[in-house]
């Protein structure tokens, strides 16, 4: 994670989440200081009308750092300018309700929810992994939204380290009811998408955003492809990105083969291993799981990210579409959520899971 200890230390200052419901729009083409109660994404839903935040992320990098899920109140934004964007207000949350609407309609033989078994993986620090404290934490946003949810709600949360078997077998044969932590492709584009992003779309129902990660392109200092200006100069290259991760963001760029050499080993720390050996050029990583691997391998001297080249996705839960409680398990996870975020207690969970983080890094180094 590149957010520094001071940053985390000021937490008290992040723009936490009280329920404020800001009344004034902000507006594109201008600079806007962040208050009490902001998010990136209702900033974006006020300027754009729609909760894309992408783009102001990315405009306001030097200033926001790594983690767009950290601004902090008093901060100065610019909002870029949109001409084609919708008149600002507040967009719906219109990846539940097309959960709802494309999840089969529940058989009235169906037996009652009793349940509900999770699953997860290692190997995705910060996030989740057994060995991290509440089990990393996407696992404790999780845990908490059951409990702000339904708190009479029984839930089981285990780990199968086959990150790739989770939608290949175990959710379709519902062997599990949910997933996490998974990014969603951009699935009003499914002619864009891979084969497995789009069995993403059409196959499984998302909640809401839980956590918006970044992914860099990272390469070896001195190579020349740390400071590549566009996606072009990667044409050409090996890139590797981990087999369960999601290609949305190579195929939305034109990066797909045979324009580059897709490598796919089975982990974050394989990928970074080619780097350092030569066998791939381009690693395309999230930024936050990239710093806590080369800081286990010892190479965050010689690997470095690309500052100009980066992609903002959300993290989710997934649960498979021929599941006959698919609404009613994403509406109990997304009415926590919503809890959380208003009360403030989903800052806390993240501000001190990066915390404990940072404290780790320090350790290594």
């Known amino acids: 994670m590149r957010t520094d200890i001071q940053t985390l230390l000021a937490v008290s200052f992040i723009a936490l989440s009280a329920g404020t419901n800001l009344a004034a729009a902000q507006e594109a083409c201008s600079t806007y200081t962040i208050q009490r109660g902001d ?100 696992t404790k946003l999780v845990r908490t939204a059951m409990l702000r949810g339904d708190k009479k709600q029984d839930y089981s949360i285990d780990f199968v380290n086959d990150w790739s078997s989770h939608l290949d077998s175990l959710l379709p044969r519902q062997a599990f009811d949910a997933t996490f932590p998974w990014s969603r492709p951009d699935c009003e584009n499914l002619e864009t998408l891979s084969p497995k992003d789009a069995y993403r779309c059409t196959d499984f129902n998302f909640s809401e955003s839980f956590y918006e990660i970044v992914d860099g392109f990272f390469a070896v200092k001195g190579s020349g492809l740390e400071n590549a200006q566009t996606y072009e100069d990667y044409v050409g290259k090996r890139i590797c990105r981990p087999e369960s991760y999601s290609l949305s963001g190579l195929t939305s760029v034109g990066l797909v083969e045979p324009a580059i050499t897709l490598v796919r080993p089975t982990s974050v720390a394989d990928c970074f291993e080619g780097l350092a050996t030569g066998t791939v050029d381009i690693a395309h990583l999230e930024v936050q799981v990239a710093s806590d691997a080369l800081a286990d391998l010892g190479l965050k001297n010689d690997i470095v990210e690309d500052p100009h080249l980066a992609q903002v996705k959300t993290l989710r839960v997934m649960v498979h579409k021929s599941n006959p409680h698919s609404a009613e398990i994403l509406d109990l996870i997304n009415r926590g959520l919503t809890e959380m975020r208003e009360s403030g207690e989903w800052f806390d969970i993240v501000s001190a899971g990066l915390m404990a983080q940072t404290e780790e890094e320090m350790k290594k180094n």
């Open 39 to 138: 998010t990136l994404t209702n900033i974006s839903k006020r300027a754009y009308g729609n909760g894309d935040f992408s783009k102001i992320f990315l405009a306001n990098r030097a200033t926001i750092g790594n983690n767009p899920n950290l601004i902090e109140v008093g901060q100065q934004i610019e909002l870029p300018c949109n001409e084609t964007a919708a008149p600002a207000q507040e967009a719906p949350a219109t990846e539940t309700v097309v959960a709802a609407e494309a999840a089969p309609a529940a058989q009235p033989t169906a037996a009652a929810l009793t349940e509900i078994a999770f699953v997860t993986g290692n190997d995705y620090p910060p996030f989740t992994g057994e060995d991290l404290p509440d089990g990393g934490i996407f």
